[in-house]
């Protein structure tokens, strides 16, 4: 196993664009995490998975976006109508059942939005 | 609402210094706490946990006792090397399976 993989690593887009990012956690892996990070913070939650059940969204998830993993494996995240604040690198975590409190993270995915 | 706070970076210390970058927090419960690592280049990686007061988590050298009268969950390393050279970000967990929430992070740079 090859740990957490996202896609793509990185995405420029125009302003109003719609974007979609892919996140493969680790097999077996039953729960799923989103967080998006700025330059110079740490880590802010955004949304976390268990099996396909979305369990926790955060204020910072406005509707224009929206996640999904609709088998229990994979996840989407995807921002409609994308502005300049949406900038940032977005990191997907997964964790175990028996090791649940252990995330381990994804190389994250850089978007721009011009 | 809860929160972690570091000591603010960039941290820059000579081949086999004393490391001691702070940690303290705000939660209303007893979560679990952590220290994360961010090479230059690569994913964050788990470094060390502690999941109750006074546990000291440790790896690679690096040691972190937590500490519920001050609230703190400050990380030291005797004597640090060019390769430790990355962001550590200090985060804290409550419930079974929940969101982390971080510190802001802090930058290490070891020089030969």
């Known amino acids: 196993d090859t740990g957490v993989s996202q896609d793509p690593r990185h995405k420029i887009t125009k302003r109003g664009q719609n974007v979609t990012f892919r996140c493969d956690p680790i097999?077996?892996?039953?729960?799923l995490y989103w967080y998006r990070q700025t330059l110079g913070q740490g880590p802010e939650f955004l949304t976390y998975?268990?099996?396909?059940?979305?369990?926790?969204k955060s204020r910072l998830l406005s509707d224009r976006f929206s996640a999904e993993r609709p088998k229990g494996s994979f996840s989407t995240l995807e921002i409609q109508r994308t502005e300049q604040g949406d900038s940032a690198m977005y990191l997907c975590?997964?964790?175990?059942?028996?090791?649940?409190?252990?995330?381990?993270f994804g190389p994250g995915t850089r978007l721009t939005v011009t | 609402g809860d929160s972690v706070t570091q000591m603010e970076g960039p941290v820059t210390l000579s081949e086999e210094a004393f490391l001691t970058i702070n940690c303290t927090y705000t939660?209303?419960?007893?979560?679990?706490l952590f220290w994360y690592v961010q090479y230059p280049g690569e994913g964050l990686q788990l470094l060390l946990k502690?999941?109750?007061?006074?546990d000291k988590g440790s790896n690679k050298g690096f040691e972190a006792t937590y500490r519920k009268e001050t609230t703190s969950f400050h990380l030291e390393k005797g004597s640090v090397q060019v390769s430790d050279s990355a962001v550590y970000f200090c985060a804290l967990l409550y419930n079974q399976g929940g969101k982390l929430i971080f510190g802001q992070g802090t930058e290490l740079s070891v020089k030969p």
């Open positions: 502690a999941t109750k007061a006074d």
């Open positions: 939660a209303t419960g007893y979560p679990s």
């Open positions: 097999s077996e892996h039953n729960r």
């Open positions: 975590a997964s964790s175990s059942r028996e090791g649940w409190d252990e995330q381990y």
């Open positions: 998975f268990q099996n396909e059940a979305q369990l926790e």
